[in-house]
């Protein structure tokens, strides 16, 4: 079967017409760096696979995500390529596209986003720049599916996609040494096309280099590459081979681009333009975010979430258990299948499913920020506060994903140039308030602050994104020593999301939680359950002296300087550890809550104000779940990182919670 590579510049629509060509779902944000591995469908007529890779700039990558793209042209043949180009952005998105030309493999140039040069007023001649190029060029519009069919149809047969016959002649000196090189390369099986790989190795592509370096000799080639650098600096034509290269497809570029562009009636101020005035503005930017994260918080937990969240407490308290109840009656349940479906099962899983209203809420909010275009302009809001704590503002990407799950948040730090910063990164997301620590914010903020459950919660998430400042602060200085931080971003053009994109994106990143209640906070119920079922003495023992009450009671003294030293809150923590989400279910079954107010109530006589902030606090802060704990293993390679990572979150949350609890009731709170 065949396959197609679909490449180009971050953020130009690629994943978007992915999912179209391929009836499948990936991802997409309005912003550069969504796509961080590269994704396989099969085409909706069936002519092959269709590979997405990660956008890039140029073939030289910058980040590791941009290295997947390379490696891939490397070492795999797609049978074509599907190159998308921004037709706002026509001419830096051509350096690419010329980069491939010279790859030699048949090509399609998608003209994406026409709508918005044509909104700019910015006319492109699809006619023209085929003529140029000798390629097919289709127009698109791939958010709506506009054009997308053409794409599909030019794919049903690739082998009739016409081969390429591009050349671009970089001077006599110059091809003389792509001369010389590829016949070098001869001796090496298995490259592409040769001229492809001579320039790549002379614009000093690390991928290629590297990949030469494992089936031959390359001191000679790098002679010769050092040799024509020489002579151009004689010449006094450039300072670098590389750059010598780059200036010659820029000219030609240029060249292209006044033929089929026609910019006479381009607007001077478009609103993209405008709304940046006023959203990026030297002091009136970072208010306006706060003033937007408020209100995104108060319309999850106060105005909309919390509303929804108590009608589906309603139904599960309620008619859901009394059915059950009454269905057990009735085929004669014993008392211990009774039990575990009531209590275990139910009581379990519906307490956390409660809160589904407002997660799916807070997800829907966050996708909305992502497509707007809105996501962008705050990682270039924080980079100057990021900057002096060591990290650059492209990593505050990573952390609002980080307030979704922190699994996907970590992948995404992928995209963020600099090894250091990827690994700071990596290490500090666990910091961020992932969506399954939230119900343990939401019952406790029902219980003491009422009044202010927004304000509370909203204090949890700065709170992770405060400490992980302050501790980049300290491992940029202590751990990463001497090692520079580049920002690069895209500022992509603002859009209004669309109700479908908005809708499958919320979805992809709730069904996770959803999964996660049928399965592991299922099995951890059962499991809990059945510790507080059963005791030395036998089954259906007293909840005090049950293996879950002995198994508590060992991490109890430890936690007693931290305001919560009972059997009952030791006990949600370990479990804690496999999914976040499983504490909450624990506190249903230790507690028999038939219901949130019945939990409520427990948890208002065995916390105080001061205890319920340092247990927060803790569950904020402590060990990462077992998946999070998987994937910073997988990103760094290093169990000396991972073991770190788990460490020192330990040991800080422990240390913030002693100061919480110790501090405030020296200053007199409860």
Not at 240 to 259: E, F, G, H, K, N
Not at 262 to 278: G, V
Not at 575 to 592: C, D, Q, R, W
Request: aromatic share 10%; with cysteine.
């Amino acid at each position: 079967m065949s396959s197609i590579a679909l490449v180009g510049n971050p953020n130009t629509g690629k994943t978007s017409l992915f999912n179209t060509l391929t009836s499948s779902y990936e991802y997409v944000g309005n912003w550069a760096g969504v796509t961080v591995e590269k994704k396989v469908g099969s085409l909706k007529n069936g002519a092959g696979m269709l590979i997405d890779l990660p956008g890039i700039y140029s073939l030289h990558p910058l980040s590791r995500d941009e290295g997947v793209a390379a490696q891939y042209l490397i070492e795999e043949s797609p049978e074509a390529l599907i190159n998308i180009v921004d037709a706002s952005q026509l001419e830096r998105n051509l350096l690419l596209t010329l980069q491939l030309l010279e790859y030699g493999k048949p090509i399609v140039l998608g003209l994406n986003m026409m709508d918005v040069a044509n909104a700019r007023g910015i006319q492109v001649n699809p006619e023209i720049l085929q003529a140029q190029l000798g390629i097919t060029v289709l127009p698109l519009i791939a958010r709506t599916g506009k054009g997308s069919s053409q794409v599909l149809s030019v794919l049903e047969k690739p082998a009739n996609i016409p081969p390429v016959s591009f050349h671009l002649n970089y001077g006599e000196l110059v091809e003389a040494t792509i001369t010389s090189i590829s016949n070098q390369l001869q001796q090496i099986s298995g490259l592409p096309n040769l001229r492809w790989v001579s320039l790549q190795l002379m614009e000093q592509n690390p991928v290629v280099l590297e990949l030469l370096k494992k089936r031959m000799d390359t001191s000679e080639l790098m002679l010769l590459c050092d040799a024509c650098q020489t002579q151009l600096q004689k010449q006094k034509l450039a300072l670098t081979l590389p750059q010598w290269i780059r200036s010659i497809r820029m000219d030609y570029i240029r060249s292209v681009c006044a033929s089929a562009i026609d910019a006479t009636k381009q607007k001077p101020h478009n609103l993209t333009e405008r709304l940046d005035s006023i959203l990026t503005h030297r002091f009136l930017g970072l208010p306006l975010f706060i003033v937007f994260m408020y209100a995104m918080f108060k319309t999850t937990f106060d105005w909309v979430g919390g509303p929804l969240s108590d009608l589906l407490d309603g139904f599960i308290g309620g008619p859901l258990s009394d059915g059950a109840n009454s269905l057990l009656q009735v085929i004669g349940a014993s008392g211990f299948t009774h039990a575990l479906i009531v209590d275990g099962i139910i009581g379990g899983v519906g307490g956390v499913l409660v809160f589904v209203p407002q997660i799916f809420i807070l997800f829907l909010m966050i996708s909305f920020l992502e497509d707007s275009g809105y996501m962008a302009r705050v990682c270039l809001l924080m980079d100057s506060t990021m900057e002096r704590m060591g990290l650059n503002g492209k990593a505050f990407i990573p952390f609002i994903i980080g307030f979704g799950c922190n699994v996907p948040a970590i992948m995404a730090a992928r995209s963020i140039e600099q090894p250091k910063d990827r690994m700071l990164t990596t290490l500090l997301m666990p910091l961020m308030s992932c969506s399954a620590r939230l119900p343990v914010y939401l019952l406790f903020a029902a219980v003491f602050f009422p009044a202010r459950q927004a304000t509370a919660v909203l204090a949890m998430y700065v709170m992770g994104v405060v400490f992980a400042l302050i501790l980049c602060k300290l491992f940029s200085k202590h751990l990463f020593k001497n090692e520079s931080s580049i920002f690069i971003i895209e500022l992509p053009p603002y859009r209004m999301p669309q109700f479908k994109t908005l809708g499958r994106s919320t979805w992809e990143k709730g069904k996770g939680f959803l999964r996660k209640a049928g399965t592991i906070i299922l099995a951890g119920s059962v499991i809990i359950w059945l510790m507080s079922y059963a005791g030395p003495a036998g089954f259906n023992v007293e909840m005090d002296h049950s293996f879950l009450a002995k198994f508590g009671g060992l991490i109890a003294p430890l936690l007693q300087p931290l305001g919560f030293g009972t059997w009952q809150a030791g006990s949600t923590l370990v479990p804690g550890f496999l999914a976040k989400e499983v504490v909450v279910s624990t506190m249903n079954i230790i507690y028999h809550a038939p219901d949130s107010a019945g939990l409520e109530g427990q948890i208002a006589s065995v916390f105080t104000p001061l205890s319920s902030i340092s247990f927060m606090a803790f569950i904020l802060l402590y060990i990462p779940c077992l998946a999070t704990v998987g994937v910073i293993r997988k990103e760094t390679a290093s169990w000396k990182w991972t073991f770190f990572s788990m460490g020192y979150s330990l040991v800080l949350a422990y240390a913030v919670s002693l100061v919480i609890f110790q501090g405030g009731r020296l200053l007199g709170w409860s």
